[in-house]
């Protein structure tokens, strides 16, 4: 038996002892919810205020399976909304997400979110601190802004709520803030977006023979008007530096160069799957400690219109090795928003443009919109134009590239 091997099998009894611990722990966590009656924590249910938004989430290690069908390890957010407290250890471990759960607002809901630090299983040795940092907010209080040197860092076993007065529409991301080089190139990365006040309103199309009832901001002429709504975040994973962290070995920071591109956290042909990905427990190791039926990409990149609808691309990246481009082929994209903020100047004059190719750096978002309106149906395609990212690790034809089916 070699040493990894070894080393995996003493991990996972660790590991198991740690879930056998946490199963039989009571502790409450506490979580902030105004209007919350029943206790657990999601604000949906009969008589209460739906008006207010509560999420709860873990934070952690995990697993997901890489489109050439190889394991891997990552630390993440899992969805524990909704979880009665004295279980949010037992099923937060080992339940990282990647992409992380999506957060979707409206423009002037108050939005409270709580995160666990449920451990990193795999990883005993390690006792990282998490926190949430909502990239992009003018957010009035440093100590919710996730920033640990001027707020509060989530030790192992310990929760906070967050709190946050949303009042800016536009496409926004959230990231882990702790040791961000290498929590986020782990994968503590998520979508989050807010939609304007506008909605509900019915505005015709600057076409004069449509209109629409979702639009990405408040414009007033129904010029971002959509009908198909889909975020996609770009991102890659080193996959030696995931086995390095798996494997407890020194990172390679320096050398980071990320071998598995990805949208929303999937390579072709995997981001063509509608709804979440089979589970991952399958392609494990015997001896991980896994939940059978764990699904751990539940965000899809499916993207699918009737002729004549318009689809809204969120696009962001929180990429931390390089920039990335995105082109369209046949399909052009209107870039109606940049850094949640609608493309106008100060004057208020439209600054749209089409295009079939942005980039976008670490960090930033657009808003593009897609008329199909004057194409035939069919099947396109939205793809990295960094061709050499056009791969699964070692596997070519796969990366960051999607479909787009027009019907």
Same mark, same amino acid.
């Given at each position: 038996?070699?040493?990894?091997?070894?080393?995996?099998?003493?991990?996972?009894?660790?590991?198991?002892?740690?879930? @056998?611990?946490?199963?039989?722990? @009571?502790?409450?966590?506490?979580?902030?919810?105004?209007?919350?009656?029943?206790?657990?924590?999601?604000?949906?249910?009969?008589?209460?205020?739906?008006?207010?938004?509560?999420?709860?989430?873990?934070?952690?290690?995990?697993?997901?399976?890489?489109?050439?069908?190889?394991?891997?390890?990552?630390?993440?957010?899992?969805?524990?909304?909704?979880?009665?407290?004295?279980?949010? !250890?037992?099923?937060?471990? &080992?339940?990282?997400?990647?992409?992380?759960?999506?957060?979707?607002?409206?423009?002037?809901?108050?939005?409270?979110?709580?995160?666990?630090?449920?451990?990193?299983?795999m990883r005993p040795d &390690?006792?990282?601190?998490?926190?949430?940092?909502?990239?992009?907010?003018?957010?009035?209080?440093?100590?919710?802004?996730?920033?640990?040197?001027?707020?509060?860092?989530?030790? !192992?076993?310990?929760?906070?709520t967050y709190y946050y007065?949303?009042?800016?529409?536009?496409?926004?991301?959230?990231?882990?803030?702790?040791?961000?080089?290498?929590?986020?190139?782990?994968?503590?990365?998520?979508?989050?977006?807010?939609?304007?006040?506008?909605?509900?309103?019915?505005?015709?199309?600057?076409?004069?023979?449509?209109?629409? @009832?979702?639009?990405?901001?408040?414009?007033?002429?129904?010029?971002?008007?959509?009908?198909?709504?889909?975020?996609?975040?770009?991102?890659?994973?080193?996959?030696?530096?995931?086995?390095?962290?798996?494997?407890?070995?020194?990172?390679?920071?320096?050398?980071?160069?990320?071998?598995?591109?990805?949208?929303?956290?999937?390579?072709?042909?995997?981001?063509?799957?509608?709804?979440?990905?089979? @589970?991952?427990?399958?392609?494990?190791?015997?001896?991980?400690?896994?939940?059978?039926?764990?699904?751990?990409?539940?965000?899809?990149?499916?993207?699918?219109a009737n002729q004549g609808?318009?689809?809204?691309?969120?696009?962001?990246?929180?990429?931390?090795?390089?920039?990335?481009?995105?082109?369209?082929?046949?399909?052009?994209?209107?870039?109606?928003?940049?850094?949640?903020?609608?493309?106008?100047?100060?004057?208020?004059?439209?600054?749209?443009?089409?295009?079939?190719?942005?980039?976008?750096?670490?960090?930033?978002?657009?808003?593009?919109?897609?008329?199909?309106?004057?194409?035939?149906?069919?099947?396109?395609?939205?793809?990295?134009?960094?061709?050499?990212?056009?791969?699964?690790?070692?596997?070519?034809?796969?990366? !960051?590239?999607?479909?787009?089916?027009?019907?």
């Amino acid at each position: 038996m070699n040493k990894k091997a070894i080393s995996l099998m003493v991990r996972a009894v660790i590991a198991g002892a740690m879930i @056998s611990c946490a199963g039989l722990a @009571s502790a409450t966590v506490y979580t902030q919810c105004p209007g919350d009656l029943n206790g657990d924590g999601d604000n949906i249910d009969a008589g209460e205020d739906s008006t207010v938004k509560c999420m709860h989430l873990s934070g952690g290690d995990g697993y997901l399976k890489m489109a050439d069908d190889r394991p891997m390890y990552m630390f993440g957010f899992g969805n524990m909304t909704g979880i009665p407290d004295g279980q949010v !250890m037992t099923e937060g471990v &080992l339940g990282a997400e990647f992409p992380a759960p999506s957060i979707e607002l409206k423009e002037g809901q108050p939005f409270y979110l709580t995160l666990s630090n449920v451990g990193m299983v795999m990883r005993p040795d &390690l006792f990282d601190p998490h926190t949430v940092h909502f990239h992009g907010f003018p957010n009035a209080s440093s100590v919710f802004d996730g920033l640990p040197d001027t707020g509060i860092a989530i030790n !192992m076993g310990a929760s906070l709520t967050y709190y946050y007065n949303i009042q800016d529409p536009g496409t926004y991301m959230y990231h882990c803030h702790v040791e961000a080089t290498e929590h986020m190139q782990m994968g503590m990365l998520g979508n989050l977006y807010v939609h304007p006040k506008q909605d509900g309103q019915v505005l015709p199309d600057p076409d004069g023979i449509r209109s629409h @009832s979702k639009f990405v901001y408040n414009d007033g002429d129904g010029s971002t008007g959509y009908d198909v709504e889909v975020p996609i975040q770009i991102g890659s994973f080193d996959s030696r530096f995931h086995d390095a962290s798996e494997g407890v070995q020194p990172l390679p920071f320096a050398n980071m160069a990320d071998n598995y591109p990805m949208l929303n956290g999937r390579g072709y042909p995997d981001t063509v799957v509608q709804g979440a990905l089979p @589970s991952v427990d399958s392609y494990l190791d015997p001896g991980i400690p896994f939940k059978p039926g764990r699904q751990t990409q539940k965000v899809s990149t499916h993207i699918e219109a009737n002729q004549g609808e318009k689809i809204l691309l969120r696009l962001s990246n929180l990429n931390v090795t390089r920039f990335y481009s995105l082109n369209t082929l046949g399909i052009p994209m209107q870039v109606v928003g940049m850094g949640a903020k609608q493309h106008i100047s100060p004057a208020g004059n439209k600054l749209y443009y089409k295009t079939n190719s942005v980039t976008l750096g670490g960090g930033e978002a657009i808003d593009v919109l897609l008329d199909t309106a004057d194409v035939s149906a069919g099947k396109y395609y939205l793809y990295t134009g960094n061709l050499n990212y056009l791969s699964n690790g070692d596997e070519d034809f796969g990366g !960051m590239m999607t479909e787009i089916i027009v019907n």
